[in-house]
């Protein structure tokens, strides 16, 4: 790095800001790690992948080894570039490692984050021009001396851009093949193996998963590698990175040298590699004169466990540190969920409708800062990511791998002890299934909670029993969840949670609302006023108790009560007494009509 370069004020890096050279030159905070990159260089098979969690600085971690490893393609041996760039990182103290490395290979280096396609051609289209891009990098190797005229030819062929986003047959043959036709011509050309660096290989993958091109996307992306990393000789490195492990589509089918480390692997040498330590959230904190903010800052962003390693996610700190050097009272500025808006994809709010009852008692322990024991799937399959086919422990899997979980504890036969990591994405899971309650007109549990308000009002047993039990199923309490409140409270809570969200779809709708001689626990009428519901909850203590008998027992209280009775003086055509009955997610529900001319 140069003097001028060196003496700038370290800026404050924005979140996403993923390019070391452009870090370095700006004079932008880096936190380094380049201590890191001999280990993840050297100390792993010829074919690597690394899974982090999203936001986590995976992109920066291969830029930063893109700009070690690449050579000089105009002056080989020439590592003046590296030099400057990377004087004063702890990397240069190994000068063995740096001699025998730093800017000696020929690197073809692309990520594959934005091929964030709306369909098949479109996503084809945006992969084209990423190799487009990729080769014109290497254009000069068209007037190469070393390769043949055929070579020449075929590598020529990634030029046209014009081919590569035309979607024909043609075009994908061509992409296929695209990876392994440059380094094949790079190492023709250099004399030297390349190294293949990969960032978000699975972007593709997991966007073609949701939005229904799955099947022919996986072909292209999966011939891509295949050929790149599984057949091909003339690479001396490939690594890649990304969130999860792809491997019962066949994307690294044969492919039995890679090595893979993951949010699971004990790997204590590159467990800090990628995420920020305590010391280094400490020491950036410090050098902004926000010191004194770090036990807020670790409150909100820490709690991320990678081998056997404490981390932060770098994203928050970064976006944190930027909220509070610009405030005029640092102090008085409240975490944020800075990594909750950072994806398009909300794995929670899309599983929500697919909840068992086993899930929905597990998200309750994680909300109430407990931990829930999970069997690790490592090799997930992105074929199934639409997730109305996607397995229980396959979810909890991929909120693990993507960063919304972490670690506890490894357990014994694979199962594992996991955790929301911090306050952060806490209040993730609280605003996605908040919304997802909210969010009643456009949803299956909007549906399902205007069917049970039909049958409550028809007077309906057997249908409204059937219709809360699935809405209880799936249900999850925002309420303190760490506290031990009355069960009665839980479904109080329930109810007026349903009945809220049905918004204008009834009407008059009151909770402990003053009836007869006492407190109706819910009253609500239709839209119309016509019919109204009068509903008494009991919770069953006793394991043996029967629900339906509890059930009966509280309409006789309605009854006994006269909470119906005024309900009939206010004009409704009919109203309907309720007793419902709760043990765990289980219930029953008994439904007597009552008419405004009875006795």
Known sequence: MTEKVQNQPRLIPRAGEDDFEILRQSGIYYADKTQYLKPLFLGTDRRFLLLRPRRFGKTLTMTTLRSFLEMDYQHHGDTSRQQELFRGLKVTADRGFCEQHMGQYPVVALSLKDTDGINFRNACDLLGDIIWRLASRFSWLKDSRTLHADEKKVFSRLLDEDLLCSGTAEAIKTLQSSLVTICSALFRHCGRKPVLLID????????????????????????????????????????????????????????????????????ESLGPAIGFTPEEVRAMMDYYGLGNLYEKAR????????????????????????????????????????????????????????????????????LAWRSIAVKADEGMSYGTLRLNNLSSEQFWNILLYTGYLTLEEHGDDGINRLRIPNREVLQCFRDNISGYYEDTGSNEYGTLVRNLIDELLE???????????????????LRDNATRAPHENFYHGFLNGLLAAAGDYISDFQSQADAGSGYADITFSSYDGGSSVVIEVKYASDAKARLQDLASKAIAQIEEKGYAAGLCSEGSDRVVECGMAFRGRECAVRCKELLPDAD
């Open 200 to 267: 978000e290989y699975d972007v593709p993958l997991q966007k073609a998963s949701m939005r229904g091109y799955y099947e022919p996307m996986s072909g292209v992306i999966g011939a891509m590698l295949s050929k790149a990393l599984k057949s091909n000789a003339d690479i001396s490195k490939g690594i890649l990175t990304g969130c999860l492990r792809a491997t019962k589509e066949g994307i690294f089918t044969g492919l039995n040298n890679l090595s893979i480390d993951t949010v699971l692997t004990d790997s």
């Open 299 to 366: 409150e909100w962003y820490d709690g991320y466990s990678i081998g056997g390693q404490d981390l932060f996610c770098p994203w928050d700190v970064t976006s944190y540190v930027r909220e509070l050097s610009d405030a005029r009272d640092p102090a008085a500025v409240r975490p944020k969920t800075y990594w909750n808006n950072s994806s398009n994809i909300n794995i929670v709010t899309q599983f929500m409708p697919h909840l068992t009852s086993e899930d929905s008692d597990r998200i309750q322990e994680l």
């Open 459 to 477: 007077g309906d047993s057997k249908k409204a029993q059937g219709s809360l039990r699935t809405l209880l199923r799936g249900y999850v309490s």
